[in-house]
């Protein structure tokens, strides 16, 4: 995945923009479902048994479909936030964590002070071989640690993203349909083979989005799972002695 790109407010803009589609697209669903109801109920009347039967299970069949997409939207629009707080806190521990980090290799590595380039004798051996070995060790692991944790996170909140933003697509596609098929208006001959096609068409999108937002769920559990790698990584004192900082003078 990489260290996260861009700024933070880019993504939960993103997010953002998303959820209102979202949040809009439903109404709409919503509105235009229970207008295409009151219009067989408009003409309910003059339908046939058979007629009837067909387009009860053909609503059942859209209703299914739409209660699906309808309980994912539920979750999304009552749990999105903390999305957008992963996404911060990834960039935040890039920024805060390991940008300072890396930026301490280069100094521990080198002389505070030209005239210590002439520093011989046994000291100056014993902190060539053993201290600054040790400083630059637990400086580059420590920049890995925050690496590791920043990207993490952006693995997590970016496939949370696009989990938000393929629902959206979702919503977005179910709706066309239903506009398409303009059942509100249509006359008595034509509503029974619309309401059919309608549902059959819903459930074909409805089922390919669930599966496309399983896998991304897949996903983010998978990455989840790495937090084991994150608590092994972060009890390792390998450069740690004693899970503090190498000293240089030991009193």
Known sequence: MGEPTGTAGEHTSAIERAVEQIREGIKA??????????????KWFYLSPAVKL?????LDKFREAIDKILAIVGEVLAHYAPVTSLVNISFHWLDAVKKPVSGMVSPVSG?????LAYWEGGAAKHYNMQVLPDQKDATDALGQKAGFISEWLYEIAISNIQYVTDLSTVVGDILGEITTAAIESLDLINIPWAIDRLANAVGQLVTKGVNNL????????EAGGR??????????????????WPQAVKG
């Open 29 to 42: 669903i919503v509105d235009k479902f229970n207008a295409a109801i009151d219009q067989c109920n408009s």
């Open 227 to 244: 937090a084991r790698s994150a608590i092994s990584d972060r009890v390792d004192e390998s450069k740690f002695p004693g899970g503090s």
């Open 54 to 58: 067909w387009i009860n299970r053909s």
């Open 214 to 221: 399983l896998s991304i769920v897949q996903r983010i559990v």
């Open 111 to 115: 002389w505070a002070n030209a005239n």
